[in-house]
């Protein structure tokens, strides 16, 4: 199972950028999409999840400026992110709560991250 996300770089304050990720390999089924990110010398933190039904979550710093979707038939996860602001410069991750073929369990999976800039 990979999960590919792309969409980052460069962009001024105010700014947009969409995100995305796919994710392939033996699926059979995912729970749980979302983007985190990592910030030099922070932790990483959650920015949005959303569940197979649909139900997104955000982190304050972003709503209401960025919106998460999925597409359940292609296993793909989409983040748009508007009016961007330099404390959004990160690296961003896109996660999955998977079901593998043949796995009765679900595991996390973590693709290799994006970078975004916000800068003048």
Do not use: H
Not at 48 to 60: E, P, R
Not at 82 to 99: F, G, H, I, M, Q
């Amino acid at each position: 199972v990979q999960l590919q996300a792309s969409g980052g770089g460069l962009v001024q304050p105010g700014g947009f950028l969409r995100l995305s990720c796919a994710a392939s390999g033996s699926i059979f089924s995912i729970n749980v999409m979302g983007w985190y990110r990592q910030a030099p010398g922070n932790k990483r933190e959650l920015v949005a999840t959303i569940t197979s039904g649909g139900s997104t979550n955000y982190v304050d710093s972003v709503k209401g400026r960025s919106t998460i979707s999925r597409d359940n038939a292609k296993n793909t996860l989409d983040l748009q992110m508007n009016s961007l602001k330099p404390e959004d410069t990160a690296v961003y991750y896109c996660y999955a709560n998977l079901r593998r073929f043949r796995s009765s369990l679900a595991y996390d999976y973590w693709g290799q991250g994006t970078k975004v800039t916000v800068s003048s």
